[in-house]
């Protein structure tokens, strides 16, 4: 795995890990600027239930923050899921 602060095209590689969390220990951003109507989350549900997870929930780790994903994180809790995977 590359050294976090190496460069990577020109940026620097922030990415720490990946592995899981428990749905009620990831915060919602506040400055999150998405809302999700009911039929998108009747949708996303129905997804999951049908393949499963397919992309993990960006979160800040420091505070755990979620960066994306706030519809799956709130789904996997509604749903009594113990976990999440993140990246």
């Known amino acids: 795995m590359a050294d976090q602060d190496a460069l ?3 940026w620097r590689n922030r990415v720490t890990g990946s592995g899981y969390e428990r ?3 990831l915060l919602a ?5 998405r ?3 009911l039929v998108q989350a009747k949708a996303l549900s129905a997804l999951r239930d049908r393949v499963g997870w397919l992309q993990q929930v ?3 780790l420091p505070d755990k923050m979620i ?3 706030h519809l799956r994180v709130a789904l996997a809790a509604q749903r009594g ?5 993140v990246d």
Do not use: F, K, R, T
């Not at 899921?81 to 995977?85: A, F, G, R, S």
């Open 35 to 37: 809302l999700h109507p």
């Open 23 to 25: 749905p009620g220990d």
């Open 8 to 10: 990577v095209g020109g």
């Open 58 to 60: 960006i979160v800040n």
């Open 29 to 33: 951003n506040p400055a999150n600027h």
């Open 67 to 69: 960066v994306d994903g």
């Open 81 to 85: 899921e113990l976990q999440v995977p």
